[in-house]
DNA sequence: GGATGTGAATGCATTCACAGCA
DNA sequence: TGCTGTGAATGCATTCACATCC
C-alpha cells in the first residue's frame, strides 16, 4: 500500500510549525546549516524525533552537515501550505476579535484576514483595522467571491454551533474556535480550539504536583 | 512502586479540562447524570477513554447508573486545583493581553487576575478593567504579597525568555505563554504556549489533505 | 439490564541503533 | 568523522472485554 500523507502522526505535523519557527528565528540570525541535533535541543526534543518528522515528508539534509535552513524553512512551508496566501474569515468581533485581528504579521506566515463579520448590527459597517465589520447576510457572497475555506470563529458560546452550521455550509473547511464548546462538524471540516481558561486549568494542576 | 499523580498521561489530564465544561454545560441544563458513554459521545471520544482517565484519579461512579453531574464536577475542580481560586498576574498590555484581561468568567473557572504589568511607562498608570498597570520594577513586591504563582505572558517575542527569567525568578511556577518563541525554563516551571499562528497553520495542512 | 472499573490486548508514537553517505 | 535516514525495538496511550455492582 502507497503512504499518503494521511498516515503522518498528528503530532509529527503539530511539530512542524515548531520546527519552522524556530528555523526563521535561526535564518534571522543568519545560520546557514543545522543538525537534528541542534533544532532539537532548541526545542526540548529528540534528534532521532525531528529527523523521523521530517522524515514523513521527503529527504532534506544532508549526511555530515545537516540541512540547509532557507531550503528547510521553503520546505515545511510547501509542506504546510503556507507558501501560498490563505484568505481567511472572522466571526465575532468582540475583544478576542479585535486582539487578533489587530495582528501583525499573518501574512507572513501565510494568512490574509480578508473578512469581518458580526451579528450585531451596531457592529456593522464600524472598520477594525484596514477592514470594516459585515452582516452574517453578506457571509455567502463574501466567501463565494474571495474562495475562503478558513475561518476564526471568535463569538459566544451560545453562538459558536450556529455560526460554525452557517460557515460549514458555505464551503468552510477549517475552523480556529476561540468559544469554549467542543464544535459538532462533519467528517470533512477540520477544527482546532484554543481555551485560555483550559490551558490554565492544566497550569494549575501540573504545578501543583511539584 | 506506589501510583503518583505524577504517571497520569498527559493527554487524560488536557481531557480532564474537557469533561469539565461539557458538564458544566450539562448541569447548566440540569441534567443530573451522566453516562460514560453520553458524556464520550458530546466530546466525539469513546466511552472507555472517559472511565480509564477518571481511573486514574480515583471512583466517581455508580455502575448502572453513571456519574452524577454536580458531584463529579467538584471532584475534577479539587483534581485539577480550581476548586480555591489562584491569583494570577498578566504582563505584557498590548491586543492580547487587553483581550484576555477583559475576559469575563475567569473567577468562575477558579482564576483571578490581580495585577498588570507593563515595560511601556507609557502604559504604567493606566487603568484596564478594575486593574491598573504597574511598573515591572514592582514584580516582587506584587508577586510575594498575594502569593503569585500564575503568569499570563502576553510580550513581544523579544521580551519573552527575559520576562519569563523575571517572573520565574521571583517565584512563578506556570506561564501561560503567548509569545511565539519556544521559552526555556527550568524543571520545576511548566509552560503552556498559545500560538494562534501555528494552530492556523495546522488547519491549512489537515483541510489541503481531503 | 445497564453501567462502572480495570487488567489484558492492541495500536501508535518515540527512541534506538546503525548502514550509508559527504 | 559527522550526520542523515530509517527499519527494529521500546514504551506509552487507547481500546477491548468482562467481572462486578446497582
Known amino acids: 500500500m502507497s503512504r499518503t500523507r ?13 520546527y519552522l519557527r524556530q528555523l526563521e528565528s535561526l535564518e534571522h540570525e543568519k545560520v546557514s546549516t543545522v543538525s537534528s541535533r541542534r533544532l532539537a535541543e532548541s526545542l526540548g526534543l529528540t534528534d532521532a524525533q525531528v529527523r523521523k518528522d521530517l522524515g514523513y515528508f ?5 549526511p555530515g552537515v545537516g540541512y540547509e535552513v532557507p531550503t528547510l524553512i521553503q520546505s515545511l512551508r510547501r509542506i504546510l501550505g503556507t507558501d501560498r496566501i490563505s484568505n481567511t474569515l472572522m466571526v465575532g468581533i468582540g475583544n478576542i ?14 494568512f490574509e484576514l480578508v473578512a469581518l463579520f458580526d451579528r450585531d448590527e451596531r457592529k456593522v459597517g464600524k472598520k477594525v483595522g484596514r477592514l470594516v465589520v459585515q452582516s452574517l447576510d453578506d457571509l455567502p457572497d463574501v466567501i463565494d467571491a474571495q474562495n475562503i475555506r478558513l475561518a476564526i470563529l471568535a463569538v459566544p458560546v451560545a453562538a459558536a454551533q450556529e455560526v460554525a452550521d452557517l460557515l460549514i455550509e458555505q464551503g468552510v473547511r477549517g475552523i480556529l474556535n476561540f468559544a469554549p464548546v467542543q464544535l459538532r462538524v462533519p467528517e470533512h471540516v477540520t ?19 511539584r
Request: aromatic share 8%; charged share 25%; proline share 4%.
Open 6 to 18: 494521511l498516515d503522518v502522526p498528528d503530532p509529527a505535523v503539530r511539530r512542524l510549525s515548531l
Open 58 to 62: 521527503g529527504q532534506f539534509g544532508r
Open 97 to 110: 476579535g479585535r486582539a487578533v485581528a489587530a495582528y501583525q504579521g499573518f501574512r507572513d506566515k501565510g
Open 191 to 209: 477544527v482546532r480550539h484554543i481555551d485560555v481558561a483550559a490551558e490554565l486549568e492544566q497550569l494549575v494542576f501540573l504545578t501543583s504536583l
